[in-house]
């Protein structure tokens, strides 16, 4: 994946912005659910979601849970993030990260149509510029300067969110 020349400082600033925004020290852990609050973005799976068929969710969630991790869509001025419970917590904290970064970005979907059914998909993540989600995600779970400056204070990676992340 070719990001953009500066990209990665960029994001890394991004990152410690945000947690400055929410009274965190470049090192503390923020979790999806503090990053989603405040960006006013509401934070569901397929099971919160009223009217979907039964049959659509036991797809999602029985059938096929491997199959998807996350959705962010925008709407009438208002932002949701719909995630896979069936994945492991920490997938889940890396799903929601990488939609929030989409959302961030202001990536806009990409139609596609599928070529044996005629029908039209929407998706972000063929469209060249949207694959900085990963790498936004990657740089908010983790800020490279703050894990460095934690791990030289005496932080573990179980005290920060510091793991072996880098991007």
């Known amino acids: 994946m070719v990001l953009e020349r500066g990209f990665k400082s960029w994001a890394e600033r991004t990152s410690i912005n945000l947690r400055t925004d929410l009274g965190l020290r470049p090192f503390e852990p923020l979790l999806p659910a503090q990053l989603a609050s405040y960006l006013e973005v509401h934070l569901c799976t397929p099971l919160d979601i009223p009217g979907i068929p039964q049959n659509v969710l036991d797809q999602l969630l029985k059938h096929d849970p491997s199959g998807w991790s996350g959705v962010s869509i925008q709407r009438f001025g208002r932002a949701l993030v719909i995630y ?84």
């Open 84 to 167: 896979n419970p069936e994945h492991s917590s920490g997938r889940q904290s890396n799903d929601i990260m990488h939609e929030l970064a989409h959302l961030i970005l202001d990536h806009k979907p990409t139609d596609h149509r599928n070529p044996f059914s005629g029908r039209v998909a929407r998706d972000a993540q063929f469209q060249p510029a949207a694959r900085g989600g990963s790498g936004l995600a990657c740089r908010v779970l983790a800020v490279a300067q703050g894990c460095s400056r934690a791990f030289r204070e005496g932080w573990t990676h179980r005290t920060t969110n510091c793991r072996q992340v880098w991007c």
